[in-house]
Structures are given as C-alpha cells and as structure tokens.
C-alpha cells in the first residue's frame, strides 16, 4: 500500500490533556481554511457514583466555537479501553461525520458476546458515520486526510495522518514510554510490532501524536515526538528491535499489567460510538460481567 503522503501541508494542531486518564486529545486544523477534525475525545465518568459528565469534551467545543471553527470529523483512532469516548456529545453541538477503522466490526463482534449484548446491538459499525479502510482518505477543508490501518494494540487501531501529523493512538508511546499493550481479546504483540514498522515508514520529519502519555520516570507529560526521534530513541522498537525480541519483551511485560481502570465502561460505550448503552426501560445502564476478560 503507498499512502498519499503530503508533509508540505502542516496544520495546527491544539492538545488537551485529561489527567483523569493521561489522554490527550486533539482539535487539528486545516491551515488552509477553518476546518477541523477533532481526534480522540473523552468523556468523563465517576465509576463509582455511577456519573458522566463532560467537562472534557467541553473545552474542546468551546474551543472550536471561539476560534469559529467548523469540525468535520470526529474520529477514533481505536475502541478505547482506558476512557470514554464523547463523539456523540460533541457531534450533537458542533456536527462533524464520526470515523473509526473499518474493523470496529471485529472488536463489537468480540465485546457484544462479552456482555452478552443481544440482537439489538448492531455488529455491522452502523453506530458510526464513517468505516475507513487501510489508505482510505476524507477532508478536513481543504486538506487531505488519510488512514493507516495498524492493529495489534486492538484488531480495528488506525493511524490518521493529516499533512505533516500523525495522530498513532495507542500504536507508539513516547520514545521513552515505549509501546502500548497488546494483550486485548483480539490483540497481537506480533501484529502490533508490524503496524509500528508501517509508522516509522513514514517521512523522518513527520509529527507523531500520541494518544497516551504517562510521564514515565517522572518527567512532564509530552505528546508530541517525530518518526525519527522513535526510530533512533523508542524504548521498544527503536535502535531496529527485532520482530522476535519485541513479541518477547511485549508479551512479558502484559502479564504483569493490571486491566485498566475504566475498561468495562468504556468498552461498553466505545464499541457504540459514545453511546451510552441503556436498559429495557430506556435507562442508561451499564454491566459488570464477572467472566471473560
Ligand atoms: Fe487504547
């Protein structure tokens, strides 16, 4: 597959920071009209209150709004374990097509037999606007967007590259911060590794945007890094890491982590675009399934 790479296009690109759940999402704009696309929005939840709300998701649109921006996309790099998505919440302000990988089919198919969701949870990605295809590309005003499939953290992960920016998910970590997991049903260390290498194919002076970051050895938290700082400095996968030694160290390091906290939730939610799932009487509820992770 060759993408259509454009590194002489560089939008701006405005990161929030929500230190509930070391996310980072991004409002990117289209240098040559005022044109957006907001990536990787969160939600907020009290799990234990039983609460959401959306202080988040409100900054973002403030944002958009002040500068007079008009948002065309919403996308979703992956169906998040770690946060809730607010795709629907901000689409129902500000509009905007909600984009995500086209096998998100893969990922509902695996968590609907998890939560024993029934018929009337929908497994075709119907929950979405838009199911992008390895190379597929859409618009952001004038500029060119384009998607990488690259799974392995989750079967349906993307990398959306926009001009000069490369918004990765949970592919790569900061150089220091290494890799995401890839112990998720439908996750592969293997796969994972050979997404990363269709990353770091791209142009050395491409802008890398991460999805995660957790200040590793208690540095500031950073988000933003470059195809060649992550060849010559990831933790990983850098220094040409082979396949093998990755898998290894990869699978490893996954047995001794702790599932994250707000998984359940946010599978739930993720998996329906942002929707909040509800009960036969129309409530918002969620399950706690005591099997299958
Ligand atoms: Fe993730």
Known sequence: MTYPVNM?????????????????SYIVKDPSSDHCAIVDSVMD???????ITYDHADRLIDEVRSRGLTLDWIIETHVHADHLSA????????????????????????????FNEGTEF?????????LLEDGDTYRIGN????????????PACMTHVMGDAAFVGDTLFMPDGGSARADFPGGDAGTL????????????????????DYGPNGRDIQWETSVGDEKAHNIHVGKGATREE???????????????????????????????????????MLKVPLSGL
């Open 246 to 284: 990755f898998i290894k160290f990869r699978t490893e390091r996954d047995a001794t982590l702790d599932m994250p906290k707000l998984i359940l939730p946010s599978l739930q939610v993720n998996m329906r675009a942002g929707e909040v799932p509800r009960d036969k009487d129309g409530n918002p």
């Open 122 to 130: 929908q497994r075709d990605g119907s929950q979405f606007d838009a």
């Open 8 to 24: 002489s296009v560089h939008p701006d690109v405005s990161a929030h920071f929500d230190p509930a759940t070391n996310t980072i």
């Open 193 to 212: 590794y050979d997404s990363i290498q269709k990353v770091l194919a791209l142009p050395d002076d491409m802008r890398l945007f991460m999805c995660h």
């Open 87 to 114: 795709a629907p919440y901000i689409q129902e302000k500000l509009g905007g097509k909600i984009g995500i990988g086209s096998k998100i089919m893969v990922v509902q198919e695996t968590f609907g037999k998890i």
């Open 143 to 154: 500029m060119e967007a384009f998607a990488i499939y690259t799974p392995g953290h989750t």
């Open 45 to 51: 939840i009290d799990y234990a209150a039983g609460r």
